[in-house]
């Protein structure tokens, strides 16, 4: 769970695995306490049409939700696409 935790950390590993799908100049906030049991963070990036076919802008909320007993958790990802063709019919 620590290492797949890495993945939306922000840090190094997150970043490499962004890179190599074709998601690149990331930036993001850090993870902010919104409700009890509930961490938010914003993110963004462009798409390397180069890797992913794919070009344009995404903005993305993302919502982590640790579970009652705190032994696993679920992670929400709200994105708004900018440039991306048909962006705006994927919800």
Same mark, same amino acid.
């Given at each position: 769970?620590?290492?797949?935790?890495?993945?939306?950390?922000?840090?190094?590993?997150?970043?490499?695995?962004?890179?190599?799908?074709?998601?690149?100049?990331?930036?993001?906030? !850090?993870?902010?306490?919104?409700?009890?049991?509930?961490?938010?963070?914003?993110?963004?990036?462009?798409?390397?049409?180069?890797?992913?076919?794919?070009?344009?802008?995404?903005?993305?909320?993302?919502?982590?939700?640790?579970? !009652?007993?705190?032994? !696993?958790?679920?992670?929400?990802?709200?994105?708004?696409?900018?440039?991306?063709?048909?962006?705006?019919?994927?919800?």
């Amino acid at each position: 769970a620590d290492l797949l935790m890495e993945l939306f950390g922000g840090g190094h590993v997150e970043r490499k695995v962004m890179e190599k799908v074709g998601c690149v100049n990331s930036s993001h906030t !850090a993870w902010k306490l919104v409700k009890p049991d509930i961490n938010q963070r914003r993110l963004s990036y462009k798409f390397d049409k180069h890797i992913s076919n794919l070009e344009g802008d995404v903005n993305s909320t993302q919502q982590i939700s640790f579970l !009652a007993d705190r032994k !696993a958790w679920t992670i929400e990802d709200v994105m708004a696409f900018q440039g991306v063709p048909l962006g705006d019919c994927f919800n």
